[in-house]
């Protein structure tokens, strides 16, 4: 049976997963709101470096506050911290978009954004499109050892 924590992102956050690491806890996820906590990646990396089994994930990201190919690379470097242990939790972004006062993101948006980071994880050429320019997209040397895109969850 699996077992998860959720907590806020901070620094500190990294105490509180490594513990849970330590009493059978299988997964962590972190809060991704950009106004109210701290910035989620970095929070989740330093949990990577402090556990080797924990799965860490998003709870969750959004589609509005990183273009997409920023997301995929967030996770494909975390990956090279936690191999086979990183997963996206992803919304609309209803608190981190309110705390804008922006609207949540719309759910064709996040069938988007989650497509794009699919496809780059699976080393594919993509569509991907900021107004009115397409363009097809790819990791550019996805075998330099800066991201991982071989161990996935």
């Given at each position: 049976?699996?077992f998860?924590?959720?907590?806020?992102?901070?620094?500190e956050?990294?105490?509180?997963?490594?513990?849970a690491?330590?009493?059978?806890?299988t997964h962590a996820w972190?809060?991704d709101?950009?106004?109210?906590?701290?910035?989620v990646?970095q929070?989740?990396?330093l949990?990577?470096n402090d556990?080797?089994k924990?799965?860490?994930?998003?709870?969750?990201?959004?589609p509005?506050s990183r273009?997409?190919?920023?997301?995929?690379c967030?996770?494909a470097?975390l990956?090279?911290?936690?191999?086979?242990?990183v997963i996206?939790?992803i919304?609309?972004?209803?608190?981190?978009?309110?705390t804008?006062?922006?609207?949540a993101a719309?759910?064709?948006d996040l069938r988007?954004?989650v497509?794009v980071c699919?496809?780059?994880?699976?080393?594919?050429t993509v569509?991907?499109?900021?107004?009115?320019?397409h363009?097809q997209i790819?990791?550019l040397?996805?075998?330099?050892g800066?991201?991982?895109?071989?161990d996935?969850?």
């Open positions: 049976m699996d998860g924590i959720i907590g806020l992102a901070t620094v956050s990294r105490k509180d997963v490594a513990f690491e330590r009493s059978g806890f972190l809060a709101s950009q106004m109210v906590w701290a910035d990646y929070c989740l990396a949990c990577a556990t080797s924990i799965k860490l994930g998003t709870n969750v990201t959004n509005s273009i997409a190919p920023v997301t995929a967030n996770f470097t990956n090279v911290l936690a191999p086979g242990r996206m939790g919304g609309t972004g209803n608190t981190s978009r309110r804008l006062g922006m609207p719309k759910m064709a988007i954004h497509e699919r496809g780059l994880w699976k080393r594919e569509h991907y499109q900021e107004g009115d320019r363009r790819r990791f040397d996805p075998d330099a800066l991201i991982n895109l071989r996935s969850t």
